[in-house]
């Protein structure tokens, strides 16, 4: 029976809304969004062109009452955390292949995210109910004990729901109503706070990233076409970048040292900033405004975007990609890219674009994929009501 489910499926590539890399330890566990995560890249295990051939392993298959909206992998791989927009985050336990006790809540989840080092999970989260008070959230649970440690509700919409890659605090953001401003929430874990950001006479928060030290977080405004930049402990400005049009997504180099902003504008660009000199030193467009913001390699080398390869040394694409992107490798050497209308999932270079493998094994469509935080497991969303879960078994070829 697992052979037929096996020849049934095709293995995705990642999300969404926003999306996940995956980094070193400590771990960045994917999620299906690429909101957020795409801040902390750092190589792990390498994965081979051959995983989606025949060194692949299907190692389980999780049935499910309806289609899964978000699947997170714990680091060691002992969980894999499900959502599915009902009132509970399912847990399924990896070494036992079985379901445990679920997380239990008043509304729907629908995504969910590990923190770096597995301690805490994260679930953005809507109302059961069309006239609730508070229609959209975010909730924090100590992941080991099952405590909860906060849930946050808001009137319209929480975005951009991202740990610290220290683990220690959570950012996003939230509306409370269509004509407010969208504002930041920066809390701390350790203590419980809410820290104050001062963003006297700037427009509305549309991103933000941490570096990948955790020592600075950046805050881009719609409107007030300004990027900020602050200290993580004294929550003072320490640089400031003008960018006209206002920010749509942003991205630390693994390194920290430049920052990618995908501004707003009747031409969508990418621009690449040197953090130290405060000056641009790539604008990255094709126009086709499909330059959206996905990824740095882990050398810092190249850049990823929805569909193009582009090289920062000499700030010109290297490749195109027909189909959209969804995913890189952990390592940064290979790219997953999905096509709808032949139902496959296409492995190429992350370098040179070029195909490498393809698979069209799989009739039904799939949701996401999701890299697990070594490289070992993928997570596949599908939809017939199935959350699968496959190994590796070529890791001696990397």
Same mark, same amino acid.
């Given at each position: 029976?697992?052979?037929?489910?096996? /020849?049934?499926?095709?293995?995705?590539? !990642?999300?969404?809304?926003?999306?996940?890399?995956?980094?070193?330890?400590?771990?960045?566990?994917?999620? *299906? #969004?690429?909101?957020?995560?795409?801040?902390?890249?750092?190589?792990?295990?390498?994965?081979?062109?051959?995983?989606?051939?025949?060194? &692949?392993?299907? +190692?389980?298959?999780?049935?499910?009452?309806?289609? +899964?909206?978000?699947?997170?992998?714990?680091?060691?791989?002992?969980?894999?955390?499900?959502?599915?927009?009902?009132?509970? %985050?399912?847990?399924?336990?990896?070494?036992?292949?079985?379901?445990?006790?679920? /997380?239990? #809540?008043?509304?729907?989840?629908?995504? %969910?995210?590990?923190?770096?080092?597995? *301690?805490?999970?994260? +679930?953005?989260?809507?109302?059961?109910?069309? $006239?609730?008070?508070?229609?959209?959230?975010?909730?924090?649970? #100590?992941?080991?004990?099952?405590?909860?440690?906060?849930?946050?509700?808001?009137?319209?919409?929480?975005?951009? +729901?991202?740990?610290?890659?220290?683990?220690?605090?959570?950012?996003?953001?939230?509306?409370?109503?269509?004509?407010?401003?969208?504002?930041?929430?920066?809390?701390?874990?350790? $203590?419980?706070?809410?820290?104050?950001?001062? $963003?006297?006479?700037?427009?509305? %928060?549309?991103?933000?990233?941490?570096?990948?030290?955790?020592?600075?977080?950046?805050?881009?405004?719609?409107?007030?076409?300004?990027?900020?930049? #602050?200290?993580?402990?004294?929550?003072?400005?320490v640089t400031s970048l003008d960018c006209p049009n206002g920010v749509?997504?942003?991205?630390?180099?693994?390194?920290?040292? !430049?920052?990618?902003?995908? *501004?707003?504008?009747?031409?969508?660009?990418?621009?690449?900033?040197?953090?130290?000199?405060?000056?641009?030193?790539? *604008?990255?467009?094709?126009?086709?405004?499909?330059?959206?913001?996905?990824?740095?390699?882990?050398?810092?080398?190249?850049?990823?975007?929805?569909?193009?390869?582009?090289?920062?040394?000499?700030?010109?694409?290297?490749?195109?990609?027909?189909? @959209?992107?969804?995913?890189? @490798?952990?390592?940064?050497?290979?790219?997953?890219? @999905?096509?709808?209308?032949?139902?496959?999932?296409?492995?190429?270079?992350?370098?040179?674009?070029? /195909?490498?493998?393809? $698979?069209?094994?799989?009739?039904?469509?799939?949701?996401?994929?999701?890299?697990?935080?070594?490289?070992?497991?993928?997570?596949?969303?599908?939809? &017939?009501?199935?959350?699968? /879960?496959?190994?590796?078994?070529?890791?001696?070829?990397?």
């Amino acid at each position: 029976m697992k052979k037929i489910i096996a /020849l049934c499926l095709i293995i995705p590539t !990642l999300f969404p809304s926003h999306e996940t890399i995956i980094q070193k330890t400590p771990v960045m566990p994917a999620s *299906t #969004h690429v909101l957020d995560i795409v801040s902390t890249i750092k190589p792990i295990q390498a994965i081979i062109a051959g995983y989606l051939d025949i060194h &692949d392993q299907l +190692a389980h298959t999780i049935p499910l009452d309806s289609v +899964a909206s978000s699947v997170a992998l714990s680091p060691f791989n002992k969980y894999a955390v499900i959502a599915s927009n009902c009132e509970s %985050v399912k847990i399924f336990d990896i070494a036992q292949n079985k379901f445990i006790d679920p /997380l239990k #809540h008043s509304d729907k989840i629908q995504h %969910v995210m590990f923190s770096p080092d597995g *301690t805490y999970l994260m +679930a953005h989260q809507r109302a059961s109910y069309v $006239n609730a008070p508070f229609y959209y959230g975010v909730t924090v649970w #100590h992941f080991a004990t099952r405590h909860k440690i906060e849930t946050f509700r808001h009137y319209i919409r929480t975005w951009r +729901a991202q740990f610290s890659p220290d683990s220690k605090k959570i950012a996003y953001t939230h509306t409370n109503s269509e004509r407010e401003s969208t504002r930041l929430v920066l809390f701390n874990l350790e $203590n419980g706070i809410i820290s104050p950001i001062d $963003n006297t006479g700037l427009y509305s %928060v549309q991103s933000c990233a941490f570096s990948p030290d955790s020592k600075y977080f950046a805050i881009g405004y719609s409107g007030a076409g300004k990027i900020k930049i #602050h200290d993580m402990i004294t929550k003072k400005v320490v640089t400031s970048l003008d960018c006209p049009n206002g920010v749509r997504e942003m991205a630390f180099s693994p390194d920290g040292t !430049l920052l990618a902003a995908e *501004t707003n504008g009747a031409v969508i660009n990418l621009q690449i900033w040197d953090i130290q000199t405060r000056k641009i030193v790539h *604008t990255l467009q094709d126009g086709s405004n499909q330059v959206c913001l996905r990824a740095f390699s882990p050398d810092k080398k190249r850049l990823v975007s929805c569909s193009q390869i582009w090289d920062l040394n000499t700030g010109k694409k290297t490749a195109s990609i027909e189909t @959209s992107y969804n995913g890189i @490798s952990p390592d940064g050497k290979f790219m997953a890219v @999905s096509d709808w209308n032949s139902r496959s999932i296409k492995i190429c270079d992350a370098n040179t674009g070029s /195909l490498l493998h393809e $698979n069209k094994r799989n009739p039904i469509l799939f949701e996401a994929v999701v890299y697990s935080p070594d490289g070992i497991y993928l997570a596949i969303i599908s939809r &017939d009501k199935f959350v699968t /879960l496959w190994k590796n078994q070529a890791s001696d070829l990397k």
